[in-house]
């Protein structure tokens, strides 16, 4: 165990890495009530490539936040529901780099430290549900063509693609450029189905780690 001191903001830092090579960080919080806890692995958008049995599989784009939606789903229903009926507030994102499932709550931490580490440990895929969260990868990438013609709107396809639409009447061309990004959605299924293989190389120990701000025992 590592223990490093801050004295100029008063704060202490623990570090410790498990057996199963999880690194550990507690940032110990005494006299808060609020009490945080988050699970990160080295997996974002950029990795489109994994190693499975000594081969290289190319997997298309967003599918590691479309990972991320599935890992919620527990045996018993949806691990989100669940935190929330425990008062904790959880949430999720994926960048380039990393993935990240996190809640903060006032009571029941532990119990919601438990659910959390469960969901990330133990995935829990079906055919149906994976093909349902299809139609829902695609509604998040069709968001921003409702209303492409307002500044906003023009704004975020601006973003998206290097500053290529100027004006209004681009708008159109816009919607065709995102339909292009939706129609192949259909054509992940056959990749997701091997979600399994996908995070047993991703969400090793060894590439993860868990962090928490609370007021510990």
């Known amino acids: 165990m590592d223990k490093k001191l801050y004295p100029r903001i008063g704060e202490e830092v623990i570090w410790e890495t498990l057996d199963n090579g999880l690194p550990v960080c507690i940032v110990p919080k005494q006299g808060f009530s609020r ?18 049995k000594g081969q290289w599989l190319d997997t298309p784009a967003g599918i590691a936040h479309y990972l991320e939606h599935k890992m919620f789903d527990t045996k018993d229903g949806n691990a989100l529901q669940e935190l929330a009926k425990n008062g904790a507030e959880p949430n999720a994102f994926t960048s380039n780099a990393i993935t990240c499932y996190y809640f903060d709550s006032t009571e ?40 492409l013609g307002a500044p906003g709107g023009l704004g975020y396809m601006n973003a998206a693609f290097m500053g290529e639409y100027k004006t209004p009447e681009d708008a159109s061309r816009a919607a065709l450029q995102i339909k292009k990004i939706v129609e192949p959605v259909e054509e ?22 868990f962090a928490a701000l609370a007021q510990i025992k």
């Open 35 to 52: 009490k945080y806890a988050l699970f990160a692995t080295r997996y974002g958008g950029m990795d489109m490539r994994f190693e499975l």
């Open 108 to 147: 029941k931490f532990y119990e919601n430290l438990e659910i959390l580490l469960s969901f990330v440990s133990v995935p829990y895929f079906t055919d149906e549900s994976v093909e349902k969260e299809q139609g829902i990868i695609g509604q998040e990438i069709k968001i921003p063509s409702v209303n």
């Open 188 to 209: 992940w299924i056959p990749i997701y189905k091997e979600l399994y293989q996908i995070y047993l190389d991703s969400y090793q120990s060894l590439k993860s780690q």
